[in-house]
Nanobody, 123 residues
Framework: QVQLVESGGALVQAGGSLRLSCAAS????????LGWFRQAPGKEREFVAAIDRNYISEYSEDSVKGRFTISRDNVKNTVYLQMNTLKPKDTAVYYC????????????????WGQGTQVTVSS
């Protein structure tokens, strides 16, 4: 079992920055791929970024590459999402997720999920 707790969501103006954190606990958490997904009202959950056990990262090409950075600290068992130059379209609930094996960008292949943290970007 892996437990995930997100934090860091807030209301921010367009152009601003936020850093989301996800604290992971459980056995062998450092061997899991940790990902961030987001879901806006009325839309499907979408992939944002993920980082595997070897610190190799992948990003959603269209929406966040170049603005968001994912990182992990395997001592603290925490994954971070640094979000810069935020836009109103980034408004969503952001979820942290963990998978042991699978396609890194497919939500259905993640086993464990956090409760989510709200990010609201005002124009």
């Amino acid at each position: 079992q892996v437990q995930l707790v997100e934090s860091g969501g807030a209301l921010v103006q367009a152009g601003g920055s936020l850093r989301l954190s996800c604290a992971a606990s459980g056995r062998a958490v450092d061997t899991y791929t940790l990902g961030w997904f987001r879901q806006a009202p009325g839309k499907e959950r979408e992939f944002v970024a993920a980082i595997d056990r070897n610190y190799i990262s992948e990003y959603s090409e269209d929406s966040v590459k170049g603005r968001f950075t994912i990182s992990r600290d395997n001592v603290k068992n925490t994954v971070y999402l640094q979000m810069n130059t935020l836009k109103p379209k980034d408004t969503a609930v952001y979820y942290c997720a963990a998978q042991y094996v699978g396609t890194i960008s497919r939500a259905i292949e993640y086993t464990y999920w956090g409760q989510g943290t709200q990010v609201t970007v005002s124009s």
